[in-house]
C-alpha cells in the first residue's frame, strides 16, 4: 500500500492469478492423463468418416444403385446435420462475445472523445485494447462455418469496427456538455462496464478456458502447439492486465 504498489488494482489482478492458476493445472493434468493412459478423444468428423465407410462397404456388397444412392444421401445428411449444429454452437458463444465487447466499446468511445489532458495517454492505449480485442474477435469467427456468400460475418465486423468510431463522434459533440465525473455518467458507465465484464469474464472462462483448450475434440496433441497456445494465451491476459493500468 506504499509507493507505486498502490497504484494498481490489486484485487482483479489476483482473481486473474488465481483463475489462471487453476487453470494451467487443470489443464496440465487434463494433459497428463492423455498421455499417461493414451485417451482419445471423440472426433465428430472421425465418426462421420466411419459411417461414411461403413456405409460404402455395404453399398459394395449389396449390388443396387438405388442403395448406394440412398447411402450417399444419408452421409451427405449426417455431415449436413454436424456441420449445422457446430454453426449454431459457436454462432451463439461469438454473439455473447460480440455483444460484450460492444457494450465495452461504446463506454471507450464515450471517455475518449470528452477526454482532456489524458488524451496522449488514453489513445494509444485504447489503440492496443481495441486491436486485441479485434483479434479476439477475429479469431473466433474465422472458426465459424459460415454458409459461402453469407453477409453475416460482415455484419458482424461492420458492428465491431463502427461502434468504437460512433462512439467517439458522439463523445466529441457533447464533450462542451457532458460531464464524465457526475453522478448519472458514473451510473450509466459502471453498470454498462459490469455487464460487459461479466460476459467477457464468461466468455473467456467458459468459451476460451474450458471449450477451446479441456474440451475441445478437435485439439491438437501436439505438445510444442499446446505450449504456445498456452502461452499466447498468458501473454495476452497478461498485457490485457497491464493496460489496465492506464485504461
Known amino acids: 500500500m506504499t509507493g507505486h504498489w498502490a497504484d494498481y488494482s490489486w484485487c482483479p489482478a489476483i482473481v486473474l492469478a488465481s483463475v489462471m492458476s487453476i487453470f494451467l493445472l487443470d489443464f496440465g493434468a487434463e494433459r497428463y492423463v492423455e498421455v499417461r493412459y493414451g485417451v482419445c478423444r471423440e472426433d465428430p468428423e472421425r465418426f462421420i468418416t466411419s459411417t461414411e465407410n461403413n456405409q460404402q462397404a455395404a453399398a459394395t456388397a449389396v449390388p443396387n444403385q438405388d442403395k448406394k444412392v440412398d447411402d450417399g444421401m444419408e452421409a451427405q445428411s449426417v455431415e449436413s446435420g454436424v456441420i449445422d449444429r457446430s454453426f449454431k454452437q459457436q454462432i451463439a458463444a461469438f454473439l455473447i462475445l460480440e455483444f460484450g465487447v460492444i457494450f465495452h466499446s461504446v463506454i471507450i468511445g464515450l471517455n475518449l472523445g470528452v477526454t482532456g489532458e489524458e488524451f496522449p495517454t488514453l489513445y494509444p492505449v485504447l489503440v492496443f485494447h481495441q486491436s486485441f480485442e479485434g483479434l479476439g474477435i477475429g479469431a473466433r469467427m474465422s472458426a465459424i462455418p459460415f454458409r459461402k456468400g453469407s453477409w453475416l460475418p460482415w455484419i458482424l465486423c461492420g458492428l465491431y469496427g463502427l461502434t468504437t468510431p460512433i462512439s467517439i463522434a458522439i463523445g466529441l459533440g457533447v464533450r462542451t456538455t457532458y460531464n464524465s465525473g457526475s453522478y448519472t455518467a458514473n451510473v450509466v ?40 497456445m498456452v502461452v499466447s494465451m498468458l501473454l495476452g491476459a497478461g498485457i490485457m492486465a497491464l493496460l489496465g493500468k492506464w485504461a
Do not use: C, M, W
Open 189 to 228: 458507465s459502471g453498470v454498462l462496464d459490469a455487464i460487459s465484464a461479466g460476459i467477457l469474464i464468461y466468455t473467456g472462462l467458459v468459451e476460451l478456458l474450458a471449450r477451446d483448450f479441456l474440451f475441445d475434440p478437435h485439439r491438437t496433441q501436439d505438445n510444442k502447439r499446446l505450449s504456445f
